[in-house]
């Protein structure tokens, strides 16, 4: 059995060197990028057993997405498809005043088109846990089916679902979110969910605390997490709320933090640990990610625990 499965769209990531601009630069990097495959990778390098299931055009450009998540210790469980295009995504690094552009180049691409039956919905039921994020809904209507089919087949199994609404403005609209997202809710057990698209997305007021607790409430989850970007994150669980705070850190790279917090906290969750571990876990993953360029935290436990062990070192002084 799987510990971790998770779905949806991975992009390759193309960067010019930092403070360079796309018209102009002779060099491109390349890395795997997506929502669910990030929280794959740091899952998977903190000890879970995770796998990562799409549908990728069988192209030089989709092998390149599978091979850059399995040098991470990811399964790849993939839909190979003659049809439709590898999804990519420029970013430009900037300093004030620019700061950084993304640039999405997903149209057409052949994740768009999966369907259940063509996915591994076998491997989802017998997993631990299945994950996938609001962006995927958000790419086709078909995908937006099929996410709600594969909430549905892990929930019926018994599998503990997690989903990270993960708004996203260039794919649609916070009235057109709220309507899937909340038709996809009643087969979640664990949200996760930025403080920010709680209250413009969700439509929720109040305090991190109460706005978990009303979404806990009217959804029925099992466990909310509400992130808070600098003043940390919140879990309300089983009645309980647990804070973290944000654990200060040097910022290379942003992208892929809140999936190297997810991947961490369910990694050990998976293991058993209590939902404050798991936070605490979520934070230190999350504070080494932003030190790594790249989308995925390419970390190991060692270092997670040495964070954890300065941190508490800080706040015996």
Not at 107 to 135: K, M, Q, S, Y
Not at 163 to 180: H, I, Q
Not at 202 to 209: A, C, F, I, N, Y
Request: glycine share 8%; no cysteine.
């Amino acid at each position: 059995m799987t510990d971790l499965v998770t779905f949806g769209e991975t992009m390759v990531r193309l960067s010019p060197p930092d403070g360079e601009r796309l018209e102009t630069t002779d060099e491109l990097e390349f890395r795997a990028a997506g929502a669910e495959s990030n929280v794959a990778v740091a899952a998977a390098r903190l000890g879970a057993d995770a796998a990562w299931t799409s549908k990728l055009p069988d192209s030089p450009l989709g092998r390149r997405v599978v091979s850059g998540l399995r040098r991470h210790g990811v399964e790849t469980d993939v839909v190979w498809s003659d049809e439709g295009r590898q999804g990519t995504y420029y970013l430009e690094h900037g300093g004030k005043p620019r700061g950084s552009n993304v640039i999405y180049d997903r149209a057409g691409a052949a994740v768009t088109t999966a369907e259940t039956d063509e996915l591994p919905v076998e491997r989802v039921r017998e997993a631990d846990r299945f994950h996938t994020t609001g962006i995927t809904p958000a790419l086709s209507e078909t995908l937006e089916e099929t996410t709600a089919d594969l909430l549905a087949a892990a929930s019926e199994a018994g599998t503990t679902t997690s989903f990270d609404v993960n708004y996203r403005s260039k794919l649609w609209s916070p009235e057109s979110a709220r309507d899937t997202l909340e038709s996809l809710f009643p087969d979640v057990d664990l949200l996760l969910v930025a403080e920010r698209d709680a209250r413009e997305v969700l439509g929720r007021e109040g305090d991190p605390e109460e706005i978990a607790a009303g979404l806990a409430d009217e959804f029925d989850f099992e466990t909310v997490v509400v992130t808070r970007g600098e003043e940390g994150a919140l879990a309300l669980h089983d009645g309980e709320t647990y804070e973290q705070p944000a654990i200060e850190t040097e910022t290379l790279d942003p992208i892929g933090t809140g999936d190297a917090f997810l991947g961490a906290f369910l990694s050990r969750r998976i293991a058993g640990d209590s939902v404050p571990t798991a936070l605490e876990y979520g934070s230190a993953t999350a504070a080494l990610k932003r030190t790594i360029p790249g989308d995925v935290a390419v970390v190991t436990r060692e270092e997670v625990e040495s964070v954890l062990a300065e941190e508490g070192d800080e706040i015996s002084r």
